[in-house]
């Protein structure tokens, strides 16, 4: 917590001052019943006595000064807040080794399904957008808040030769950017990357691209997925068929995610990557932002002067 006043903190000092006040008034009100009669026949006189309730009122009392003397200094705190406008740009690799059923039914086929859900999970004011890449980045969808749209362009995604892993990544930052500002500034991006990771082809490295992206604070989440087992069928010059196999490559995807700020994920398996996804949309779906909450001090002060009031009421047929 943090406050924009600190110096009115200094109205706190008031709260061990009453405290004393109050210890003072009481002991002069012993002595006073003393000078007036002996204390073990008191409650011989006396038919109804609070006894130590009547602290309570004096006790409330000085809790609402506290919290309101807090409220003076104008407290903020970091809360977790909805974010109703953001960009998320989905970068697919759509090469050839993403036809690899080692995740069944194929690596894209499972991506596909996993991102279907990701998108049912977005709040509506999330722009959208959708890259492509494999011997190169295109965009298949321009940043867009209209879901029939990207579930057209999920469907149509197939695969291609090459993984140009570091073009896929700058062509979604120029997807993220194209968004165009609102209120005089741009919504929030970030990118999602769904890989195996290794790159073939592209003059772009992802290294450098992630340079890009932390330089415009677009965070980058990677996803890396398939297993060691993943085996692929490609047909060389000379007409014959070989079995490629074509393991993920983990480490890449998590140096682009640790050097932009996101986060990197290892799904394996069709249920852990549906997890990632699931995990991933409560992460965008909320920030952390700074607010006020003196109001809330306020009202707390409030409610302990009147709770201070009703308890007094009630013991003594008086407020405090």
């Known amino acids: ?70 409220g003076l200094a104008r407290p903020h705190a970091t809360i977790s807040v909805r974010q109703e406008q953001a960009t998320v740009v989905l970068a697919i690799d759509t090469s050839r080794s993403m036809a690899a059923t080692d995740v069944p039914p194929s690596r894209l086929a499972v991506a596909q399904q996993a991102v279907r859900r990701f998108l049912g999970k977005l709040p509506e004011g999330y722009r959208v957008g959708m890259v492509s890449f494999a011997q190169s980045a295109q965009t298949v969808l321009p940043a867009t808040a209209n879901r029939e749209a990207a579930q057209a362009a999920l469907r ?80 060389d010059d000379n007409g014959f068929t070989q079995r490629v196999t074509v393991p993920p490559d983990p480490p890449t995807l998590r140096k682009v995610s640790q050097a932009t700020g996101g986060r990197f994920y290892a799904a394996p398996d069709a249920a852990e990557l549906n997890a990632v996804y699931e995990e991933l949309g409560s992460r965008i779906g909320s920030v952390k932002k700074e607010r006020e909450i003196t109001s809330g001090f306020a009202a707390g002060g409030a409610l302990l002067l009147l709770a201070a009031g009703a308890v007094s009421a009630f013991l003594f047929g008086r407020l405090p």
């Open 156 to 235: 149509n995604l197939r695969t291609g030769d090459g993984t140009a892993l570091g073009e896929g990544i700058a062509r979604a930052i120029q997807v993220a950017q194209r968004v165009p500002a609102e209120e005089g500034k741009k919504p929030p991006a970030s990118i999602l990357v769904l890989s195996d990771g290794a790159q073939t082809q592209g003059v772009l490295e992802p290294p450098a691209a992630a340079e890009r992206a932390k330089k415009l604070k677009i965070p980058v989440y990677t996803v890396a997925f398939g297993t060691d087992q993943g085996v692929v069928e490609v047909v």
């Open 1 to 70: 917590m943090s406050f924009q006043w600190p110096l009115a903190l200094l109205a706190l000092l008031a709260v061990p001052l009453a405290i004393g006040g109050y210890l003072l008034l009481e002991r002069r009100r012993r002595s006073q019943a003393a000078a007036f009669a002996t204390p073990a026949l008191v409650p011989n006189l006396v038919g109804r006595s609070p006894g130590r309730l009547r602290h309570v009122p004096p006790v409330l009392a000085l809790l609402a000064l506290t919290a309101l003397a807090t």
